[in-house]
């Protein structure tokens, strides 16, 4: 497989980096292409704005969303954003390796997202409106490819459990999951999380890590993803909101998340989705 | 009041930054002092690195909550992280008004958090451990404060409700609001959300949101706040994990929310809470 690494650590010694670089090495003994993004390394741009779009004319008002998608169309995207856009599409997997800072992704990742994640091509994919809702949320132009979350965590183990008073970490973590990489198409493992990480870790505990690390890089191609719903197979209706007999019983952002019970759809190709929405490719 | 205003967006002649103009105004008009953090204006940096840290000795490794706690104790913080930590002191309330890009904070906006929000201050105070964590999640530094937050969103409200497809805002929120705001004290206000905008708002759309933040604005200091739960009065066990007779039925992030039937409790003010755990706040 072709993994691209995105790591977010300003430190090359912490634990953080220590993961990637094991990450890394790991992955290469495997046999797999492992392109790294070391966002701090890089001096990473992290805030979209009117540099990102070197076509845009002076004095011209800034409109983001449609900047970034005639930027994408016209191939005037600033350099770091199609370098990075490339990366993604040589990936067949993804690792995003950061620390949870402030119950999310460091800025300067963040930035990763709302740069690179370019309109026409991540998102307003296929046409939005009347019964359905554009491409998008398991269907769309990353379909195929899976991402591993990798996420040093400062806290205990319970207080990210399911009832812990941080919030369960599969719902802080919702917005990146199934908000950035499940919208366009990508699949997501589970993420693995590193709980109760100090300024010391020792020996045995960071041999211990790299061992379920390691399980979890044996299995990227093949472990489980989580099983979001798709938008666009009938568990939503005409305003995507969750049909009421689907996890009739769950208050919280699980319910998108399909069930034993439910069927298991089939997702079309991104061209198949194009078509059945008579979109030419090209269009895009 | 004292109005602290926080502004993320690229574009001056945005609709988001039409609406922060117009907060400020109507601010201003109403007798509150208010000042603007106009984070691009700013050219506030996003990313937390090493950088931040004046005093941190060449080479030494970068364990970046000991070197922001240090930086803090020893008055050696970044001039920007200082500045800022002094408006939210001055601040009775704070406004957060931003577009909402893939379902969260502009990387600009969670850079502030990531890099104001220093340990010591919003986080690191009190005693972590034992029966209890440390003080934090209604109580706090920044205690007696509010939050309001204002954001533009271009997806349709239904699709933000509590089954949306993009799940429901205040769960996306949630990081925000409970892990960045009500952590170190803040009362935080039910947000205001501005669906489906797009590139152009009628001026009759557009007095229809000028009115909607006018009264929220007119009830910035009286409005009922998010009802979330105090970590330290009972509602949680030792580990920080919800006691299961509270919300027993939630199976998401609402479940940290306070129910009509329980109890309110009073909370206590920092120094009494220092006291009790036995710090000295000058051990702070």
Known sequence: MNVLVLHAHPEPRSLTSSLKNFAVSALERAGHEVRVSDLYAMKWKATLDIDDFPAHAD???LYPTQASGRAFATKQQAADVSAEQEKVIWADALILNFPLWWYGMPAILKGWFDRVWAAGWAYDVGRHGGSRWGIRFGEGTLQGKRALLVTTIGGRAPQYGPRGVNGHLDDLL???????????????LPPLAFFSVG?????????AMCARLQARLDTLATAAVTPFRPQNYGDYDASQVLLPH??????????HQRMHADPVPVIRSLSESLQLEGCAAEER
């Open 199 to 207: 300024n010391r870790v020792s020996p045995a505990d960071y041999e």
């Open 246 to 255: 689907l996890s009739p019983a769950a208050t919280g952002l699980s319910m």
């Open 59 to 61: 004095g011209e008002r």
């Open 174 to 188: 919702f917005p990146l999951t199934h908000g950035c990489l499940f919208y366009p198409g990508i699949d997501v």
